[in-house]
């Protein structure tokens, strides 16, 4: 039986809303613990790294520690609304801020550079791998691997073996935060390898991104009848019903998630516009 690392156990014990399930907080605590060592042996040889590293990692390990031992995990069951809110979160707050906490720079610059040196070629050394990640970063493979993922896993019939299969689950959880850190490795760019993506480039990617989230959303929204059949059937709290529950929940993917990916297209789009005026006055001749 898989281990049910991405969703937490009905009968632990719970402190402020988070719980004490060990597989979830492990995976939350032991990247937070290595990050925080990492830290602590960079600033003591005196190459501190600029303070938006750590408070966008540790910030996204908060947003996981949220989504997967709190009562966003807790109440998914009973309500869609909760897990639409875990997704979204894992796409869209997690897999960005743990990237802009640039963990592979702060790790490597934390060991002897003989070290990183050796891991770096160890990793790379074999051409398939540099091939593998190349495909999977590009921008094109990267934003389709993503929206795909969204699409099918909210057919019914995957969707409903993810509420009542916890291995199912998991694996839904796991290709959603994953594609989520393909999609979004372009446009960081977190090791650097300078092969960020324009900011124009970028724009275009959370674009079709937001499209697609928003016609799910809209067919959640506008549905006639309950999807899923686990949710109609649902002891729903909070005076929610299973149709109410369905439309709150597509509304925050529509309306919720694609308010956030326009905040994005925004400033991608400033982020561009000033490159590309910092180009043209440097070609001017003056």
């Known amino acids: 039986m898989v281990l049910p690392v991405l969703h937490v156990c009905p009968s632990c014990p719970s402190v402020l809303g988070i719980t004490l399930y060990p597989p979830a907080l492990l995976l939350v605590l032991v990247p937070t613990i290595a990050y925080a060592i990492a830290l602590r042996r960079l600033r003591r040889s005196g190459r501190a790294v600029p303070p938006s590293w750590p408070a966008a990692f540790f910030a996204g390990m908060v947003s996981a520690l949220v989504a997967l031992a709190g009562p966003l995990d807790t109440w998914n069951d009973e309500l869609l609304t909760m897990h639409m809110a875990q997704h979204l979160v894992l796409i869209q ?14 790790f490597l610059r934390a060991l002897p550079p003989h070290r990183a040196g050796a891991i770096v070629r160890f990793v790379l050394r074999p051409a398939w791998v540099r091939r593998l990640l190349r495909v999977l970063t590009a921008p094109l493979v990267a934003t389709a691997l993503a929206n795909l993922a969204l699409v099918i896993w909210h057919f019914p019939a995957l969707y409903e073996r993810a509420v009542r299969e916890q291995w199912v689950h998991d694996l839904q959880h796991l290709s959603f935060f994953g594609t989520a850190l393909l999609f979004w490795w372009p446009i960081i760019d977190p090791v650097p390898r300078h092969q960020r993506v324009s900011g124009l480039w970028a724009s275009l990617m959370v674009f079709v991104t937001a499209v697609v989230s928003t016609i799910v959303g809209a067919i959640l929204t506008l549905a006639d009848d309950v999807l899923y059949a686990p949710y109609r059937y649902a002891a729903m709290p909070w005076g929610f019903t299973p149709q109410v529950d369905q439309q709150v929940a597509g509304l925050l993917m529509w309306i919720g998630g694609g308010t956030l990916y326009v905040v994005v297209i925004l400033v991608l789009l400033a982020r561009w516009l000033l490159h590309e005026e910092g180009r043209r006055m440097v070609s001017e001749p003056v």
Not at 93 to 106: M, S
């Open 93 to 106: 707050i997690t897999a960005p801020l743990l990237l802009l906490g640039r963990p592979v720079q702060v």
